[in-house]
């Protein structure tokens, strides 16, 4: 298990942008590099679901509904994780969650409240 911190979740408007950041404080380079990372989200009255990841040496996946919209990227080196989010939608309102996956092991950050309203 490690230690997610995310942030940069808030209140925009529909077509607005925001950027969440996922950080791993106390986790060294060494390890960081061999989780997959991603986020999910979690709606009220919704089953958590998988917005976006980032294995450390191949191309990302994307959930349809965010596909072309959303970004995420990585920086090892600080053992950092973003989620570019642009033409937010009302229904990107939501939970989101830091996630990093290694084998059978899965650790969650806090989550951090995105809400899309004018």
């Known amino acids: 298990q490690i230690h997610l911190v995310e942030s940069g979740g808030g209140l925009v408007q529909p077509g607005g942008s925001l950027r969440l950041s996922c950080a791993a404080p106390?986790?060294?380079?060494?390890?960081?590099?061999?989780?997959?990372m991603a986020w999910y989200r979690q709606a009220p009255g919704k089953e958590r679901e998988l917005v976006a990841n980032i294995p450390s040496v191949r191309n990302a996946n994307y959930a349809d509904s965010v596909m072309g919209r959303f970004t995420i990227s990585r920086d090892n080196s600080n053992k950092r994780v973003y989620l570019q989010m642009n033409s937010l939608k009302s229904e990107d309102t939501a939970v989101y969650y830091c996630?990093?996956?290694?084998?059978?092991?899965?650790?969650w950050g806090q989550g951090t409240q995105v809400t899309v309203s004018s």
């Open positions: 106390r986790t060294i380079f060494s390890e960081f590099i061999t989780y997959t």
């Open positions: 996630n990093a996956q290694r084998g059978s092991e899965n650790s």
